[in-house]
């Protein structure tokens, strides 16, 4: 549910009910590294992978390579105040 979320963030709402359900979650890093290995999406990978370890304290940054491009991590919004070099996101 939570990747799906990020794939289809216009169904969710905004960008806020995205970060509930990942704070409120009960998540499995190997479920999760699992199926985002099988989406093959680097911008949603880059997404989860920032909300896990800022939300939830869990790093899966070894289990994958990223390419150099910089997405949002919110999509409604075009405006960001910082970038995070690791997970190449503007936030």
């Given at each position: 549910l939570l990747i799906d979320l990020?794939?289809?963030?216009?169904?969710?709402?905004n960008f806020d009910e995205i970060e509930k359900a990942f704070e409120n979650s009960s998540i499995s890093k190997e479920k999760m590294i699992k199926y985002l290995k099988k989406t093959r999406?680097?911008?949603?990978i880059k997404r989860v992978g920032f909300l896990l370890e800022n939300k939830k304290s869990i790093d899966i940054s070894k289990n994958?390579?990223?390419?150099?491009?910089?997405?949002l991590l919110n999509q409604f919004s075009k405006k960001w105040k910082k970038t995070n070099s690791k997970w190449r996101i503007k936030a």
């Open positions: 990020l794939l289809r963030p216009k169904e969710t709402g999406n680097q911008s949603v994958f390579s990223f390419d150099n491009n910089y997405v």
